[in-house]
Nanobody
Framework: VQLQASGGGLVQAGGSLRLSCATS????????MGWYRQAPGKQRELVAM???????NYADSVKGRFTVSRDNVRRTMNLQMNSLKAEDTAVYYC???????????????WGQGTQVTVSS
């Protein structure tokens, strides 16, 4: 199983970034997908998730600014981040909660993370 996050970078406050998570090896359409972030000295936190059925959930801190989406054909998940703030600075990780091909047990899979830095 591979999850490859991309799209991070340096942006000024108020700007936008679009993160993408490309996956392989998992039953993507049946997996719940999520974006997490971890800032220096802080615990990893859930930013947004989208279930296999398409239900979206967001952390209160990003509601109205971030939008999560998924493409079951391309097996990718995206996170559109608008009106970015300095406090959004963190390493962003994509997560898949589902089954890999050939297995029946549900597990959590993580990507390597992509750095988002918002300058104020």
């Amino acid at each position: 199983v591979q999850l490859q996050a991309s799209g991070g970078g340096l942006v000024q406050a108020g700007g936008s970034l679009r993160l993408s998570c490309a996956t392989s090896g998992i039953r993507f359409s049946g997996a719940d997908m999520g974006w997490y972030r971890q800032a220096p000295g802080k615990q990893r936190e859930l930013v947004a998730m989208i279930t296999s059925g398409g239900t979206e959930n967001y952390a209160d801190s990003v509601k109205g600014r971030f939008t999560v989406s998924r493409d079951n054909v391309r097996r990718t998940m995206n996170l559109q981040m608008n009106s970015l703030k300095a406090e959004d600075t963190a390493v962003y990780y994509c997560n898949a909660h589902g089954t890999r091909w050939g297995r029946s047990n549900v597990s959590d899979y993580w990507g390597q993370g992509t750095q988002v830095t918002v300058s104020s």
